[in-house]
């Protein structure tokens, strides 16, 4: 990917910023509508990381304006806003963050600092705001010693990760056991076939014999009321219901004096005994 053109046109909109003395936010503002400096994304590539890529190199190439030493505070101010503009344009969600090293970092703040010397709070405000929106990405590495460098390093970090995670997820586990797993053979499919039809057999045979409409319990049930039924038929054509009645009504009587009998006896006994 071919990224000189994306910086020649940011050096462009600093150089025109730059050339009228500019210190102000608002002329960076008129520059970057009256170029449409935002169709630079236009030229974005669609893989991730070529994005990554092609975004903190248009942060990076910002950055080396903002912290030029040789160059005059109306080049280091449109760097850090044109970094800003950049940042908040991106028509990409979540935006990519701005890769910053520490030296940078410092240099950043020497600026912020020259800039309220000389009257203009424009810079902090929008340094705060990006620090308000965690929009910075703190690092070791000089951004223009290798940042093509960082990220292949990253990324290869990151395939490493994501191979190990593969390796271990379908490598010699349980879930690799059931991938190559045969059905029948594990649970027998054979026998199962066969007790199924025995079974079918046995059902069968069972409706056929005792039907399969009244349950045992039913048909039990069925049957008690039937053998009452004909009992009390039997009773009433015989009488023999009263018969029995009357013999145990005489069997009671019987064992009731028998038991007055028997305590008469006690209390007799004990009256002889006391004389």
């Known amino acids: 990917m071919d990224l000189a053109p994306m910086k020649r046109d940011i050096d462009d909109l600093i150089s025109q910023f730059a050339a009228a003395d500019s210190t102000r936010f608002s002329d960076m503002k008129q520059v970057w509508l009256s170029k449409k400096f935002s169709y630079i994304y236009n030229a974005r590539p669609t893989c991730a990381n070529s994005l990554a890529l092609f975004m903190q190199s248009l942060y990076s190439h910002s950055i080396g304006h903002l912290i030029s030493p040789d160059s005059s505070l109306s080049r280091r101010l449109g760097g850090l806003y044109c970094l800003y503009c950049l940042h908040e344009t991106q028509p990409l969600m979540p935006p990519f963050k701005i890769y910053l090293s520490l030296e940078e970092l410092k240099k950043v703040r020497s600026l912020v600092a020259e800039a309220k010397v000389r009257g203009l709070g424009a810079a902090a405000a929008l340094v705060r705001r990006l620090l308000e929106k965690k929009a910075f990405l703190f690092g070791c590495v000089e951004t223009n010693e290798g940042l093509k460098g960082k990220v292949d390093e990253l990324t290869e970090l ?5 191979r190990a995670a593969c390796e271990k997820l379908f490598g010699e586990s349980k879930i690799e056991e059931f991938i190559h797993m045969d059905l029948g053979m594990e649970v027998d499919l054979g026998k199962v076939k066969q007790m199924s039809r025995e079974y079918k057999e046995l059902k069968r045979v069972a409706a056929v014999e005792g039907g399969d409409e009244e349950l045992l319990g039913d048909v039990i049930e069925k049957i008690a009321k039937e053998w009452d039924a004909q009992r009390e038929v039997f009773y009433r054509q015989t009488g023999l219901s009263q018969k029995l009645n009357e013999e145990e009504q005489q069997l009671l009587q019987q064992e009731e004096e028998g038991d ?4 008469f006896d006690k209390e ?6 006391e004389q």
């Open 260 to 263: 007055d009998d028997q305590c």
């Open 268 to 273: 007799l006994e004990q009256i002889l005994s």
């Open 158 to 162: 990151e395939n490493r990760r994501i």
